[in-house]
């Protein structure tokens, strides 16, 4: 089963809500991540967390707050957001360190920031 | 910096023909893998073929097959006997190796059309 699923699928927020998106796998992989993509532009890497340890962050502006509780579970907080944050963003999986490493991805939560 | 290069915006292709994605790539590392990824309108991100860059042979996934030239630094996807569902956008992809949570490179991408 190589099965990341995401909620929720659509987000419509005002710029002073706060909203949280969550992102689950059960393949016992270790390594999570949040993409952002813009409409026909490639995914832009946002944060990677190793062992549920914060291990890469792209420089992503504090508004955007990311957490794993645990090795499936991997949240991304939503405070005070523009309207060019609206995007879908992405979750991804990768196995353990010593195999290929590739990453599955989620279908994504379309975000609209109003 | 690594970077990928995919020099066709949009390819389009009769149903049961062949077409090749082109996709380049320039890193100073030696331990690498790639991949390609299509994204079909539903948006969801699949996974369609990947290559160690220390096997020389090409990987090859059903219909799928790539065109591994490490010198050149290119990495191309050919799919044979397109179907309708190949309709996507493709993505090329670099990581580089030593660590598996390392950051994907991608291309800019690449339309295909598959016409019926």
């Known amino acids: 089963d190589t099965e990341v699923t995401q909620t929720p699928k659509h987000l419509v927020m005002g710029m002073t809500n706060k909203k949280s998106l969550k992102c689950e796998q059960h393949?016992?992989?270790?390594?999570m991540y949040w993409y952002k993509q813009k409409a026909k532009k490639p995914p832009e890497l946002m944060f990677v967390?190793?062992?549920?340890?914060?291990?890469i962050n792209e420089s992503v502006p504090s508004r955007f707050s990311p957490e794993c509780p645990n090795s499936s579970l991997l949240n991304l907080h939503l405070h005070a957001l523009q309207p060019e944050d609206s995007a879908l963003y992405l979750c991804?999986?990768?196995?353990?360190?010593?195999?290929?490493?590739?990453?599955?991805f989620g279908p994504g939560t379309r975000l609209t920031v109003t | 910096a690594q970077t990928v290069t995919q020099s066709q915006p949009e390819m389009s292709v009769q149903e049961a023909e062949t077409v090749t994605l082109s996709c380049t790539y320039d890193t100073s590392e030696s331990d690498y893998y790639l991949f390609w990824y299509k994204q079909p309108p539903s948006r969801q991100m699949i996974l369609v073929i990947r290559?160690?860059?220390?096997?020389?042979q090409n990987a090859t996934e059903n219909r799928f097959s790539v065109n591994f030239q490490k010198a050149a630094k290119s990495f191309s996807l050919k799919i044979s006997d397109s179907q309708l569902g190949d309709a996507a956008m493709y993505f090329c992809a670099y990581r580089a190796g030593g660590t598996s949570y390392g950051k994907l490179t991608f291309g800019q991408g690449t339309i295909l059309t598959v016409h019926p």
């Open positions: 290559q160690e860059a220390y096997k020389q």
């Open positions: 967390y190793s062992y549920e340890k914060l291990s």
């Open positions: 991804a999986s990768s196995p353990e360190a010593g195999v290929l490493g590739e990453q599955y």
């Open positions: 393949m016992g992989h270790r390594a």
